[in-house]
């Protein structure tokens, strides 16, 4: 197990900090060989997945983990769909994993850099009215716990700790690895294009209805949305997609390199963000129809990098929310160059998932890494607690104990296997004590 120590930051670089160690462990013995040097230390251990929390969850001056050794498929089962991978296993190499199994994760998140533990931990989630998040889809889990012993759980097996640790924010156990329940391999035909903002809300449910999965971009005070649509297709649906030429002018080009030269621009000269959100408006969709394996679909490339803020209300309050969330951007005149990115997911039964019984919609809010970021995503907390507005876990919310609370039914059962499961708190931090109190 290699060990090092240096100041570590955020991918978006929102949390910055710097660590006692950073451990580095390739096995279970060196997981649970970590967590006891975290005790014989006095101070707590965080695991970090690929750094794509948006909020401070993994920030430490104690021991800093990752399981970036630790990866890979463990067993696949095309009979079952069961397949299980090492805690540290990235998003983006699933695909390739799975693929000769003749299986595929049933859905996936426009981001595929994360690890499969921060997934779940921080309940990460794609689109799709019929469609759970990452967490949704787990069917067991093997952990380390604090005090170094290693436990497999499942539905049957500790079932209350199943519950706890599959969205566990990182403070019920380390994930060595974890059963998903995935589906036979199928592709995806993606189309997108722009239509007028007013119509694309009012038709969003409904479309999310009848479409696999359905989400919309829109940058705040234009008229326009930016939709894609995405259906499956089987593996026998041929390969349909753009020129190379073409997807790196989009991608690449138009969608990296000129947009953060515009937010740059934004960000120096703030009266830039109005016309730069409507050129972006404008630009980049695509009327392209792309049709790939789903692993080729669902992600995107996102080097442009921003601070974000999302939040899962009930379904059927979209509609309201969303524009009462309007209504609020033009009273304040608010201007920014990146657009809201609203979806829907299906119900679970995960205790501290942002879905717990209750289908939802997903309004994520973000803002350029170099401009401000609190007083705009703090403006959309606001606009949209009204509609009991739970925050995404991994992404930036200003809200603690108290108010969490009250929007999840299952916050006290949580805090009591979390005790029981560290009752030192090894796994914890004063940013998590601030959430669980």
């Known amino acids: ?32 060989a970590a967590l006891a040097r975290a005790r014989a230390l006095g101070v707590p251990l965080r695991v970090i997945g690929g750094g794509h929390s948006f909020s401070p969850l993994v920030r430490t001056d104690g021991v800093l983990m990752t399981l970036d050794g630790y990866q890979g498929l463990v067993s696949a089962d095309l009979s079952t769909g069961l397949v299980t991978l090492r ?32 997934a779940i931990q921080t309940g990460t989630h794609g689109t799709g009215a019929y469609y759970t998040g990452f967490a949704g889809m787990v069917r067991a889990l093997r952990l380390a716990l604090a005090d170094g012993s290693i436990v497999d759980t499942s539905p049957t097996q500790d079932p209350d700790l199943f519950q706890a640790a599959r969205l566990g924010l990182g403070a019920v156990g380390v994930i060595l690895e974890v059963t998903l329940q995935a589906v036979p391999a199928y592709r995806l035909e993606l189309v997108e294009g722009t239509e007028g903002v007013d119509a694309t ?36 649906a041929p390969r349909q997609r753009p020129s190379k030429l073409a997807e790196t002018m989009k991608s690449e080009v138009l969608g990296n390199g000129v947009f953060e030269l515009m937010c740059r621009s934004a960000a120096l000269l703030p009266p830039l963000s109005r016309p730069v959100a409507e050129i972006a408006s ?18 995107a490339s996102r080097r442009v990098r921003f601070h974000e803020s999302e939040w899962a209300i009930p379904a059927h309050r979209f509609e309201e929310a969303f524009g009462a969330l309007r209504r609020r951007f033009e009273d304040e ?22 879905a717990y019984e209750r289908e939802s919609v997903y309004i994520a809010a973000h803002r350029y890494r170099w401009e401000e970021a609190a007083p705009y995503l703090l403006l959309v907390q606001r606009a949209l607690a009204p509609f009991a507005a739970r925050p995404h876990w991994g992404k930036q919310h200003w809200l603690g104990a108290r108010e969490l609370r009250e929007l999840y039914p299952r916050f006290e059962d949580f805090r009591a296997v979390r005790e029981a499961a560290d009752p030192d708190g090894v796994l914890m931090t004063p940013y998590l004590r601030h959430l669980l109190g």
């Open 1 to 32: 197990m290699s060990i090092t120590t240096h100041s570590h930051r955020n991918w978006s670089g929102s949390a910055r900090f710097t660590p006692q160690e950073i451990l580095a462990p390739t096995s279970e013995d060196e997981v649970t």
């Open 333 to 354: 005149n608010v201007r920014v160059t990146f657009p809201l990115e609203i979806r829907r997911v299906a119900a679970d039964d995960v205790w501290l998932s942002t």
């Open 201 to 236: 809300a009012a038709s969003f449910l409904a479309d999310c209805e009848i479409a696999d999965h359905h989400e919309f971009f829109w940058f705040p005070r234009t008229g326009r949305a930016t939709v894609r649509t995405m259906r499956r297709r089987g593996m026998e």
């Open 282 to 299: 404008r630009a980049f969709a695509s009327t392209d129809t792309v049709v790939d394996d789903s692993p080729r679909v669902y992600a």
């Open 87 to 118: 805690g540290g296993t990235r998003l983006w190499t699933i695909g390739d994993l799975l693929a000769p199994h003749g299986l595929a994760l049933t859905v996936m998140g426009d981001i595929d850099r994360q690890s499969i533990s921060g």
